[in-house]
C-alpha cells in the first residue's frame, strides 16, 4: 500500500498567476515553508497556468524559497495561457495535478486568475485562492497582497513630482493604473495630498475641473497635482481637454507612472499580510477545506467561496472620496 494516498505525505501544489505585483513571492515563500513544517511535501508550478497545464512543475525544497521575502515581482513567473480557457487546456491542467499528486492547489493570482481556479475547483481540484492585486479590488477585502506596495510608490513619486510642481508654478497630471477601479488612484492620491483625484466610479467634470484648477493657481500661485485613474482618463487626454476650457496658458505636464507601480521591494504590510495569507492557506489544507479564497477582512483573516468572485465586483470607499475633496 505504499502509493496509496493515506500512506504518503500530503503534497501542496503553489503557482502564482496574473500580473505580477510586490508580495507574491513572499506569500509563495510562507505557503511553501509553513507546508513544510507540518511535513507536507511542496510542488511549484512554474508560468503560472501555462506551467500548469504544460506540466512545467519542480518539487520545492527549503532553500529554494530562501532569499525570496524581499523580492519583487514572482521568482516562479507569470504568463498568459489562452489554452488554459479551452476545455482541452482544463483537461491538460487536472491531469497535471494527477501526475504530480498534488491533494491541494494554492493560487497566488488577482481577480481574474482565482476565476480560474474556480474552474478547476468545479472539475474536483480542492483550492485555495491568495489574492493579490494592486487594484485592490477583490469582493469582501480590506487590502490585496500588492496594494500597499504599489500606493507607497505612487506616493513616492507624487512628493518628487510636487518639489518640481511647486518649484516651476506647474499643473502635474499624474496617471496610475485602475482601468475599472479607483482604489489605487483614489489611496495614494489622499495619501500624496493630491489637489485632486479622478477615478473611473465618478464622472469627470471637465468645466468644474479646468475652474479648480485656475483657483488654485490664482489664489495660490503655486501648483496643482492632479491624479487620475486610466480607468477614468487618460492623462494626455485630460491635459488636452483643460488646455482647451482653461482662460489663460497653463504649463501643464503628464506623468504616466506605467508599470513601475508594480515593481519593487514589498511594503513591510504586504510581507507580513502575504506571511498570514500563506499562514492561513496552510491551516485550511490541514483541517482538510478549500473551495475558498482568504484575505483581510475587517482587520481579520477570512476566507470566503470562490464562487464570490462571480457576484459585484468590490465597490471604492466613497467616504474617502469625499473626504479627499475636503482635504485639497
Known amino acids: 500500500m505504499g502509493d496509496s494516498k493515506a500512506s504518503r505525505k500530503i503534497t501542496v501544489g503553489i ?10 513571492n513572499a506569500a509563495y515563500r510562507a505557503v511553501a515553508r509553513v507546508s513544510m513544517a507540518k511535513g507536507y511535501s511542496v510542488v511549484a508550478f512554474r508560468w503560472g497556468y501555462k506551467g500548469l497545464v504544460e506540466s512545467d512543475a519542480l518539487s520545492v525544497s527549503y532553500l529554494d524559497v530562501a532569499d525570496i521575502l524581499q523580492r519583487g515581482g514572482t521568482v516562479l513567473g507569470s504568463a498568459r495561457c489562452e489554452e488554459f480557457t479551452t476545455e482541452e487546456g482544463i483537461c491538460s491542467a487536472m491531469d497535471s495535478l494527477k501526475s504530480w499528486e498534488i491533494d ?16 478547476l475547483a468545479r472539475r474536483g ?3 485555495i485562492g491568495i489574492p493579490k492585486t494592486i487594484d485592490n479590488d477583490v469582493p469582501e477585502l480590506d487590502n490585496a497582497i500588492g496594494f500597499d506596495s504599489a500606493v507607497n510608490t505612487i506616493v513616492d513619486s507624487l512628493t518628487k513630482l510636487r518639489d518640481t510642481a511647486s518649484s516651476h508654478h506647474r499643473a502635474f497630471i499624474i496617471e496610475t493604473m485602475g482601468r475599472k477601479s479607483g482604489w489605487l488612484a483614489l489611496a495614494s492620491g489622499v495619501a500624496g495630498g493630491a489637489d ?13 475641473l479646468a475652474q479648480e484648477v ?7 500661485g503655486a501648483y496643482v497635482l492632479i491624479v487620475v485613474a486610466e480607468g477614468a482618463a487618460k492623462g494626455d487626454d485630460v491635459r488636452t481637454v483643460l488646455e482647451s476650457l482653461l482662460k489663460k496658458p497653463v504649463d501643464m505636464r503628464v506623468t504616466v507612472l506605467g508599470h513601475v507601480q508594480r515593481g519593487g521591494s514589498p511594503s513591510a504590510f504586504d510581507r507580513i499580510l502575504a506571511s498570514r495569507l500563506g499562514y492561513e492557506a496552510v491551516n485550511l489544507i490541514e483541517r482538510g477545506e478549500y473551495g475558498v479564497y482568504i484575505g483581510l477582512a475587517n482587520n ?29
Open 300 to 328: 481579520a483573516i477570512r476566507s470566503f467561496p470562490l464562487e464570490r468572485l462571480e457576484g459585484e465586483e468590490r465597490e471604492i470607499d466613497m467616504e474617502l472620496y469625499e473626504i479627499s475633496k475636503l482635504l485639497k
Open 15 to 24: 503557482l502564482t498567476s496574473g500580473g505580477d505585483c510586490p508580495g507574491m
Open 214 to 220: 485656475e483657483r488654485r493657481l490664482r489664489a495660490w
Open 125 to 127: 481540484a480542492k483550492i
Open 196 to 208: 485632486v483625484i479622478l477615478i473611473p466610479e465618478v464622472p469627470v467634470d471637465y468645466p468644474v
Open 104 to 119: 491541494y492547489l494554492v493560487v497566488i493570482g488577482g481577480d481574474g486568475s482565482l476565476k480560474g481556479a474556480l474552474r
